[in-house]
């Protein structure tokens, strides 16, 4: 009797649980380490997160990404090189402090390499505002570190809650 009452009890809660999915893409400019090597970056990311939408103050959640670093020529005495691009997939845990319009919050997680660069330790904390209930429009840091480098940059964020 005890095992129904518990299952029936997590089934209650678990229906009290509003997930809320978004969707977007960011662009911006590399700084530190990447400043050099790339001239922008951009990408598109999704989230699945947790809280009501109005009453909480802290959401929490998951999400995953794709993000491009944009190789730069290099010019040198003896001539151009090209820096190739840089891609990784990024999967992350997220959390985000709501009140009223704005937020704040940081995205913790890993950024596999897709190209010639290895992936690392990735970290992203953001600033935003919410828009008409379902638009969200964010300035971030993002950084990916590996053992000898740091890919990051400096951008803005659009995401849609779907």
Do not use: C
Request: charged share 20%; glycine share 14%; no cysteine.
């Amino acid at each position: 009797m005890k095992k129904y009452i518990l299952i029936i009890s997590l089934i209650l809660i678990v229906s009290e649980i509003k997930a809320q999915i978004k969707a977007g893409i960011h662009g911006g400019s590399p700084v530190g380490d990447a400043e050099g090597l790339y001239n922008s970056s951009w990408g598109i990311n999704g989230y699945y997160m947790f809280g009501k939408e109005r009453e909480s103050l802290l959401k929490f959640g998951a999400g995953a990404g794709w993000l491009k670093y944009s190789g730069d020529e290099i010019n040198l005495p003896g001539g151009t090189i090209e820096v190739e691009d840089a891609s990784f997939l990024t999967i992350y845990s997220a959390a985000r402090v709501y009140y009223k319009m704005f937020f704040t919050g940081v995205d913790i997680g890993y950024g596999f390499g897709l190209s010639d660069r290895d992936g690392g330790f990735h970290w992203k904390p953001v600033l935003g505002v919410v828009f008409l209930k379902i638009l969200e429009a964010n300035l971030f840091y993002h950084s990916i570190a590996s053992d000898d480098t740091n890919v990051s940059s400096l951008g803005l964020g659009l995401h849609v809650k779907l």
